[in-house]
């Protein structure tokens, strides 16, 4: 049974950091890109970070360039998404995604909300 857990989500203060962390059970880890979407009420998902199978290129949204960081350990079945300097337009639910050039699936987990205000 394929499973993308995410977890880390929460409140936090503008200018605070939060790392999500994204647990993937069921299919071949490390045969798989994975990506950090999020979506916000009323707005469509939208992408925020990837990172290919092996972690040797990454790339990110322009409006969390500089702040986000994504990386991921094939040991442990895990993505992460380091999350600097919040903002309140930062206000999603984050979602993790696997997929792959050998597979047609695609893999989402169930997100976590992430609430950035005063």
């Known amino acids: 049974q394929v499973q993308l857990v995410e977890s880390g989500g929460g409140w936090v203060q503008p200018g605070g950091s939060l790392r ?5 059970s069921g ?9 950090w979407y999020r979506q916000a009420p009323g707005k469509p998902r939208e992408v925020v970070a990837g990172i290919t ?6 790339n990110y949204a322009d409006s969390v360039k500089g702040r986000f960081t994504i990386s991921r350990d094939n ?5 992460y998404l380091q999350m600097n300097s919040l903002k309140p337009e930062d206000t999603a639910v984050y979602y993790c995604k696997g997929d792959s050039d050998l597979s047609p699936a695609v893999y989402w987990g169930q997100g976590t909300q992430v609430t950035v205000s005063s």
């Open 20 to 24: 999500l962390s994204c647990a993937a």
């Open 75 to 79: 040991a442990k079945n895990t993505v």
């Open 27 to 35: 299919f071949t880890f490390r045969s798989y890109a994975m990506s």
């Open 53 to 58: 199978s092996t972690g040797a290129r990454k």
